[in-house]
Nanobody
Framework: QPQFVESGGGLVQPGGSLRLSCEAS????????TGWFRQAPGKERERVAC????????EYADSVKGRFTISRDNARNTAWLQMDSLTAEDTAIYYC???????????????WGQGTQVTVSS
């Protein structure tokens, strides 16, 4: 079954950094844009970043712009999310998913992984 496998989450102090990875399993990532999403308890899912298949374009939610950086390596079938200057508001489960382009409609994304928990706390 094609899906992503996310990793790299954990507990980090406010102001700290984490680098999340998502590896495509069962499909080739090079045809798809990749989005990173997050969902905190009691909140709606939010798309935080997206990168096109060729890495030519990236998009970020206003809440993370300037702090998060999305990247990818198609040869490794993997995308990353570098998260800096983390705050408690970044605490959530982080997921990645794919679509043909960086659509703003979450329901169009496919191959969702199980997610990785990020907790920002002192």
């Amino acid at each position: 079954q094609p899906q992503f496998v996310e990793s790299g989450g954990g507990l980090v102090q406010p102001g700290g950094s984490l680098r999340l990875s998502c590896e495509a399993s069962g499909f080739s990532l090079d045809m798809y844009a990749t989005g990173w999403f997050r969902q905190a308890p009691g909140k709606e899912r939010e798309r935080v970043a997206c990168i096109t298949a060729s890495s030519s374009e990236t998009e970020y939610a206003d809440s993370v712009k300037g702090r998060f950086t999305i990247s990818r390596d198609n040869a490794r079938n993997t995308a990353w999310l570098q998260m800096d200057s983390l705050t408690a508001e970044d605490t959530a489960i982080y997921y990645c998913a794919a679509y043909f382009w960086c659509t703003r409609y979450d329901g169009q994304y496919q191959n969702w992984g199980q997610g990785t928990q990020v907790t920002v706390s002192s």
